[in-house]
């Protein structure tokens, strides 16, 4: 674009069902809306954003680092590529998608400007399944954890997100996107397989640029 010269930074998959990384840095503050279950009504795509960038923020100060600005047409980028995962059920950078299979075609198609992008992807599952032990026995979605016999509940807007950003700065890749320097933006979406095993898988899609 304008005879920038542009640079793609693709960090490597997450594992989606990958052992549970440390829990992430706690935002300042997380309004009661962040507590609505993911399966509520529509999936709240702004909401999600929100969430993500204020755990993601709270790793950057964390670490002596400017926080992140949303950019919107970084997430209509990033809920692109998450809504055709989901649909194709296949967890990639690139996919078989005519104008948008590539990040730089994503950024170019929503209008993003950047001499410098990046984009994390992960999966999770609908449910809050990873990290703890869970019990072989289930009927249905009835999950119990296998420590305690609770019920497993499903994903919040903020339990996913927290998810999300601890299991990515727990991959070097992940983290160097999250904590770099160049970046100044950010968009995260997420779709969901409902149809996914284990009740339900989240695909997960997140870009930067400067």
């Not at 990384?21 to 503050?29: C, F, L, V, Y």
């Not at 009661?32 to 909401?47: N, Q, V, Y």
């Not at 999300?164 to 397989?193: N, Q, Y």
Request: aromatic fraction near 8%; charged fraction near 20%.
């Amino acid at each position: 674009m304008g005879g920038w010269s542009r640079r793609i930074f693709i960090a490597a998959a997450v594992a989606a069902l990958a052992a549970g990384a440390a829990g992430a840095a706690e935002p300042a503050r997380l309004a009661g809306k962040f507590h609505e279950a993911i399966t509520a009504g529509s999936f709240d795509l702004g909401r999600f954003d929100e969430a993500v960038t204020l755990f993601a923020n709270a790793e950057r100060r964390a670490n002596g680092r400017p926080p992140f600005k949303r950019d919107g047409k970084l997430l209509r980028a990033a809920a692109g590529h998450a809504q055709n995962m989901a649909q194709m059920r296949t967890h990639s950078h690139r996919l078989n998608v005519a104008g948008e299979g590539r990040l730089v075609q994503r950024m170019d198609r929503n209008g993003v400007r950047f001499r410098t992008a990046g984009e994390n992807i992960g999966m999770e599952k609908v449910l809050r399944l990873l990290g703890r032990p869970i019990s072989t026995k289930a009927a249905g979605c009835a999950f119990t954890y296998a420590d305690t016999g609770a019920a497993v509940p499903v994903h919040t807007y903020a339990s996913l997100a927290e998810s999300a950003v601890a299991r990515w700065m727990a991959s070097p890749k992940h983290r160097a996107s999250l904590l770099s320097t160049v970046f100044r933006r950010i968009g995260t979406s997420a779709a969901i397989d409902r149809k996914g095993p284990a009740c339900g898988d989240v695909y997960l899609a997140q870009n930067f640029a400067d």
